[in-house]
C-alpha cells in the first residue's frame, strides 16, 4: 500500500530562520511527488511537481527537492505569510507507464512563522 | 475567475438527511477528482471522472456515496442517510489529461448534526 508520512508535524518558525519539512514516501513505482499549501478552510494550492531523483524546482522563498525515498521542501528566510499547512502527496505509476489518477497525500505540516 | 468552483460552499443537515454538492472543472479538462477531508488530515481520495466515465472509487467509499459526472462537465456528489462520520471538508480537483497536476476547488464543508 501506497504511504506519505510528513514530519514534523508542526514547526514554529521566527521570521527569517530558515528550516526544511520532510516527506518519507513507500510506493511501488513513483510517477510524481506534489506539494501543496493550504490556508485555514481553502482548497490546496498547487506549488511543484518532482518526477525524477535529484530534481529540484524554487519558488520565491521556497525549494523543492526528491530523493528516491523523501521529499524536503526548503523554506529560505520565512515571513508570516507563508504560515500554512503544507502537503505532500504522490502518484503511482501504472505498469504500462501510465499513472494511477489519484493523489495520495500525507498528514501535512502545520507551519507558523513568527514576526 | 476560471478555477475550479464548488457549491454549496458549506452545508449543515441532520442525521439520515440526503445532501449533494456540485463541482464545476476549470474549462477543458477532462478529469474530474473528488476528495474527503478531516480536520489535521490530507485529503483523501474518493473517486475521478475522465469525461463522463468513473475510472477509480476508493474502496473506503460507502454505497451511500455516488458521484455523476453525465455530461463531462461539471460533477455531483451525493450521499444518501448521510451520518455524523461524514462530517468533513470535500474537495474537488480537476487537471489534464496527460498534465497531472491537479487543481483544487475551495472546498463544501459539511456538518451533520
Known amino acids: 500500500e501506497d504511504q506519505v508520512t510528513q514530519s514534523p508535524e508542526a514547526l514554529r518558525l521566527q521570521e527569517g530562520e530558515s528550516s526544511s519539512l520532510n516527506c518519507s514516501y513507500t510506493?511501488?513505482?513513483?510517477?510524481?511527488l506534489f506539494w501543496y499549501r493550504q490556508d485555514p478552510g481553502k482548497g490546496p494550492e498547487f506549488l511543484f511537481t518532482?518526477?525524477?531523483a535529484g530534481e529540484e524546482k524554487e519558488k520565491e522563498r521556497l525549494k523543492a527537492t526528491l530523493t528516491k525515498k523523501e521529499s524536503f521542501l526548503h523554506i529560505t528566510a520565512p515571513k508570516p505569510e507563508d504560515s500554512a499547512t503544507y502537503l505532500c502527496?504522490?502518484?503511482?505509476?501504472?505498469?504500462?507507464?501510465?499513472?494511477?489518477?489519484?493523489?495520495?497525500f500525507g498528514q501535512g505540516t502545520i507551519l507558523t512563522v513568527h514576526p | 475567475d476560471t478555477g475550479v468552483s464548488q457549491n454549496p460552499r458549506h452545508k449543515i443537515t441532520k442525521r439520515g438527511q440526503n445532501v449533494t454538492f456540485r463541482c464545476d472543472p476549470i474549462?477543458?479538462?477532462?478529469?474530474l477528482y473528488w476528495y474527503r477531508q478531516t480536520l489535521g488530515q490530507g485529503p483523501e481520495f474518493l473517486t475521478y471522472?475522465?469525461?463522463?466515465?468513473?475510472?477509480?472509487k476508493s474502496r473506503l467509499l460507502s454505497d451511500r456515496f455516488s458521484a455523476e459526472r453525465p455530461k463531462g462537465s461539471f460533477s455531483t456528489l451525493e450521499i444518501q442517510r448521510t451520518e455524523q462520520g461524514d462530517s468533513a471538508m470535500y474537495l474537488c480537483?480537476?487537471?489534464?489529461?496527460?498534465?497531472?497536476?491537479?487543481?483544487f476547488g475551495p472546498g463544501t464543508r459539511l456538518l451533520v448534526l
Open positions: 480537483a480537476s487537471s489534464l489529461r496527460g498534465a497531472e497536476t491537479q487543481y
Open positions: 510506493v511501488s513505482g513513483l510517477r510524481g
Open positions: 518532482l518526477y525524477s
Open positions: 502527496a504522490v502518484q503511482v505509476r501504472r505498469a504500462g507507464g501510465t499513472s494511477y489518477g489519484k493523489l495520495t
Open positions: 474549462s477543458e479538462h477532462n478529469r
Open positions: 471522472f475522465q469525461n463522463e466515465a468513473q475510472l477509480e
